[in-house]
C-alpha cells in the first residue's frame, strides 16, 4: 500500500470504520452520529492508531462538517424558516 497516496489509504480506513461500527450502533438502538463518533475514536491516534497525521484528520473534518452543513441546508424548509423569522431575529 505505499504505492497509494495516503488520502486515498486514509480515505478507504475511514469509510470502511464507518461500514462497520454504524450498523452496529443502530442495532444497539444508539443513532449513527454515536456511531461515527465511535468509529473516529477507534481508528483515531488515540484509539488504534490507524489515522495518525492530524493534518489529515483535520483536512478530512473539515470536509465532513460541509457535508454535514450541505444536508441540513437540504433539510430545511423555507416555510418553516420564515415562520420562526420572529424568535431567531428578534
Known amino acids: 500500500m505505499e504505492h497509494l497516496p495516503s488520502w486515498l489509504v486514509n480515505s478507504f480506513i475511514y469509510l470502511s470504520a464507518a461500514v462497520i461500527v454504524v450498523p452496529l450502533s443502530r442495532a444497539l438502538g444508539l443513532g449513527s452520529i454515536i456511531g461515527y463518533l465511535a468509529a473516529g475514536i477507534a481508528i ?6 490507524f489515522v ?10 473539515e470536509f465532513g462538517v460541509v457535508l454535514m452543513l450541505f ?12 415562520s420562526m423569522r420572529r424568535p431567531i431575529f428578534g
Do not use: M, S
Open 44 to 49: 483515531g491516534p488515540w484509539g488504534l492508531g
Open 71 to 82: 444536508l441540513v441546508g437540504l433539510e430545511l424548509e423555507p416555510k418553516r424558516l420564515w
Open 52 to 61: 495518525t497525521n492530524v493534518q489529515d484528520i483535520l483536512h478530512f473534518a
